[in-house]
């Protein structure tokens, strides 16, 4: 991945367009040719937008899962997308034919995600497991467990963040108690493991619940660190009410690094790497409104942007410094300019 | 029932009894309330041998996430149902314990109390009526507590736990006075302060109480028909009661296979000792598990919470049943309202009391009986339509009491329940 030479510029960016779609989406992707989005969730239907129309506008196709869909990853033409209906599809968006479905997990799929040579799709599910698909034929290669099944506090917990390393040798994962592990993609083996505490509130004296949990992974451009996104400390457990946080790790010493965090009240549901590969883009929501955070990876603190509601899921083209979520209400499309630029090289789309 | 009166509602003696004192006092001088205000006007409404727990999910669960789902639509949320021992009727997937025990449990799904704010909504519930200025009204638990009480008995007529602090309610005694304020369990669920002073022997302990009895015998013959010396020796006898009665509240008198069973969160300890307490004629008895107020990430909180209530609460029905317990005591699971059919921003649902469910098992409730029903999102009633007070002449109806009988305040007559309640008869035996 080459780096991009003018990163984004996170106080001169804004809100170029949105495309509605009640509800909530939580899958991302964009087509190969960087010409349309597609979106999934709540109804389990796909959403795309051409971009490249005189006047986009989402399309809907039938509903392909039978429950919210979860996760997006667009692969050769392809759709793959993992689902609350435990299913992993893969769909020719074209005409929306099935073309492969498999039962990925005994529970809510949460992530997938490709290898960077495309021969390996990654899962995890609340079975609290991490699965190895081959991608070509959707046969299972390893199914990986060391996520417990419940918080330290006795409740159920939930795999909620996926990440595959740029060389593709490591995957990590994160859950709702804060705990994150790192496996070897050839042995099936736990390198690292340890807990991202911050993350997760228990609030035993005024609520006698939880929120909170590791719900981003991101690796460096190097692949030695990862970072975490998620809430900071929350003084009410109701809701998303305790500071936008992001960590940087040192996940083979186990040592966290840095902290990026803001007083904006908002979880940062999906974390990638800027244009810079260095700086980190985050989204989410929540008492404060929507977020959109820009980190450098320093003592400064986070730059956030107010994007329209709640986002679930960002994508970066760094050819023209696009950057493309969705959450509530549709998707939105984020720059600096207003002046599209010509067809983005597919291959440095940051995969969702 | 004489019982703690006192502002932090502990068990401290001393305060104990200067509550108690309170209470008697206020009984007699509240506004225009005479002493006869706990008193029923109509045929005596004791009732023998039934007894209630009451669960309450305070801050408001998810009728879609438990009682009422609504699969498939824009308003269900992702949960799948389940199908229960009633044919036909389905509940959320995170209720696997529940749905087979359905049998026990009546469930109406079509209740609308029009408040929705937390505060308002849980004494409408509560109480069974809208407030009114004019009249302060116990809480439902607390009539029962007064209606359901053994005599004699050395034990409180109701104990509440609230042990989380959000949302904390203490139970309303209302016109009935202090004197049947429950005892309230909020620290832990052991009162506190109820050993004897540091370095006081069992047998020294035992002489002041002898003393205390003897004085206190001269002194009520000197002042026959005193309200107040009765109050005090009632007051005695309940806190000497509860002290002897402190292996109640200890859990580790119970096996350690029964323990397990029940689990290990707060809820499970909690509706463990609520059965130890009604096994031990404890008329009522409250739990109160927080915090359904999931206006952000409703789905993971439930995702929590459920499984944990469908557990500990199947658990409680097992051993109640098991000990030939059930038929005799109300199960409750209530709470101040239930939530939007629309699912905000925040992945999250607010309040909503337009419609939805509470469920109940055991003394008077017909098991297995679906009461009233929603339109295909649960946005609305679309049959059986019912409200608070129907719901508290529902409640008194189930154990034996006529939600029609009056209490005296003052001058004026107060049905246990409002004058348009409709006991749902449907769901009782």
Known sequence: MNPVKTPLDPKAIKLLANYDVPGILYGLAVSGDGKTLFGAGQDGALHSVDLRADKPKVTKQNPFHDNYVSSFVWHDGILISGSYDRHIHWTDPKTGNCVRSIIAHDGWVRKIAMTPDAKHLVSIGDDMRVNVWDSRDGKRLASMTGHEARTPEGYLSAMYALAVSPDGRHIASGDRAGFVCVWDLSTGKTVSAFRATDFYTFDAQKRARAIGGVRGLCFSADGNRLAVSGIGAVTNVDGFVGPCRLEWWDWKAAKRLMIGQDKHLAILNHVILGTDEKSLIAVGGGDGGGAMVFWNGTDAPPQVAKPKGHLQAVLLNPDDNRLYAVGHGGFQVWGMDESPKGNPDPRRLLPF | ?429
Not at chain 2, 151 to 166: A, G, Q
Not at chain 2, 202 to 228: M, N, T, V
């Open chain 2, 1 to 429: 029932m004489r019982w703690c009166g006192s502002p932090e509602h502990r068990i401290h003696r001393r305060s104990f009894l200067g509550g108690t004192l309170a209470g008697l006092v206020s009984t007699v001088n509240l506004g225009g309330i005479g002493l006869s205000a706990a008193e029923p006007t109509i045929a005596p409404l004791r009732q023998r041998g039934k007894q209630v727990i009451f669960i309450w999910l305070a801050g408001g669960s998810s009728q879609f996430e438990t009682w009422d789902p609504k699969p498939g639509r824009d308003t269900g949320g992702p949960f799948r149902t389940i199908g229960t021992s009633i044919p036909g009727y389905h509940v959320c997937e995170l209720m696997p314990n529940i749905a087979s025990r359905m049998k026990h449990i009546a469930v109406v799904r079509s209740l609308n109390t029009v408040q929705s704010e937390h505060e308002q909504a849980a004494d409408l519930v509560s109480i069974g009526r809208p407030k009114e200025a004019a009249l302060d009204y116990p809480e439902i638990g607390v009539v029962m507590s007064k209606e359901l009480a053994v005599p004699d008995s050395e034990l409180p007529d109701y104990v509440s736990f609230f042990t989380t602090s959000e949302g904390r309610r203490r139970p309303r005694v209302g016109f009935l006075g202090a004197n049947h304020s429950p005892l309230l369990l909020e620290k832990s669920i052991r009162p506190e302060d109820l050993d004897p002073p540091p370095g006081m022997s069992e047998i020294r302990h035992h002489s002041r109480e002898d003393l205390r009895a003897l004085l206190s015998d001269r002194f009520a013959r000197q002042q026959a028909g005193s309200e107040i010396v009765r109050g005090y020796n009632s007051a005695y006898q309940k806190i000497r009661g509860l002290m002897r009665s402190d292996h109640l509240f200890n859990l580790e008198k119970e096996p350690l296979t029964v323990r397990e069973r029940y689990g290990r969160s707060p809820f499970g300890q909690q509706c463990l000792l609520a059965r130890r307490l009604i096994e031990a004629r404890v008329p009522v008895v409250k739990i109160a598990r927080g915090f359904w107020d999931s206006h952000h990430d409703n789905f993971e909180s439930h995702r929590e919470l459920v499984p944990d209530f469908d557990h500990v609460f199947s658990v409680l029905i097992d051993d109640l049943a098991a000990r030939g317990l059930l038929e005799s005591t109300l199960v409750m699971v209530l709470s101040e309202f239930g939530r939007t059919p629309v699912i905000n921003q925040d992945v999250g649902r607010d309040h909503f009391a337009a419609a939805w469910s509470v469920a109940m098992a055991g003394a008077g409730i017909r098991g297995g009986t679906i009461y009233g029903q929603t339109d295909a999102d649960g946005r609305a009633v679309k049959d059986g339509e019912a409200n608070a007070s129907d719901l508290a002449a529902t409640i008194y109806q189930a154990v034996g009491i006529d939600p029609r009988s009056e209490y005296q305040a003052g001058l004026r007559p107060v049905p246990l329940a409002k004058e348009d309640a409709r006991v749902i008869k449907e769901i009782l035996r």
